[in-house]
């Protein structure tokens, strides 16, 4: 079984290479996302790409192998279980959920996750919308765009939140702005960088172009008709 370090290293990875495509993590990136010095982190990942885990390209970066991937989803399953699992069964706060998911995911059994995944229902997103992999390593993440895209008078649907630091999420929480919530765009002013958003129930939120691509959304047909009308 991998250790702590790595399968946060694993994780880290993972998650980041969402971002970059599959391309190499640069280890500046990576050190700052394990919260390490990138000599500390260089020689962990040499570490982890002897073991066949990752590969490390000097100056380039590191990236994972498919058994790599393999075991950072599983780490991610877990963390995204047991975030569901302390929110809808525990009550924690889920401003609070994914610190504490983070301690436990190195810990858990797989018999006992297993009984949380039947408990819960097998469920297919955590409480900020993330897709939880399932227990073959598999993800599947449908397409989604962020509010930042969509126009005036378009309506839409929170899916998921990619910004789940306690601050954010407590923000989400008081505007309305959560996954499952209806929301209209109201307003959009480009020059300005912002955008009215009006949730269900709520008062219209004013959000910055960049806190407004946190907010993941579908359906995306919408905005992506004008795209190619453009």
């Known amino acids: 079984m991998a250790s702590r370090t790595i399968e946060n290293y694993l994780k880290q990875l993972w998650l980041e290479q969402q971002d970059t495509r599959g391309k190499y993590v640069p280890m500046g990136k990576l050190a700052t996302l394990v919260g390490v010095t990138a000599g500390t982190a260089t020689t962990m990942v040499k570490a982890i ?10 100056r380039a970066g590191a990236r994972l192998t498919r058994a790599g991937e393999q075991l950072a989803l599983h780490v991610l399953r877990r ?13 924690i706060d889920w401003s609070d ?3 504490e998911a983070e301690e436990l ?16 229902g097998h469920p297919s997103v955590d409480p900020h919308g993330d897709p939880i992999p399932s227990s073959a390593g598999k993800l599947e993440a449908p397409e989604l765009c962020s509010l930042a895209e969509l126009q005036t ?22 505007s309305g702005l959560v996954p499952k919530a209806h929301v209209v765009i109201e307003h959009t002013n480009p020059q300005a960088g912002a955008i009215s958003a009006r949730p269900d129930g709520k008062e219209p939120v004013m959000l910055s172009m960049v806190a407004a691509a946190k907010f993941l959304v579908r359906p995306c047909t919408a905005t992506r008709a004008k795209r190619r009308n453009k």
């Open 97 to 99: 959920a994914h610190a």
């Open 153 to 174: 008078g378009n309506a839409t649907m929170i899916a998921r939140i990619v910004d789940q630091s306690s601050e954010f999420l407590r923000f989400a929480q008081s």
């Open 79 to 91: 963390h995204r279980l047991l975030e569901l699992f302390l929110v809808e069964i525990l009550g």
């Open 105 to 120: 995911e190195h810990v858990i059994s797989e018999t006992v996750l297993a009984r949380i995944d039947l408990l819960l």
């Open 49 to 58: 790409a002897d073991s066949g885990l990752a590969k490390y390209a000097p």
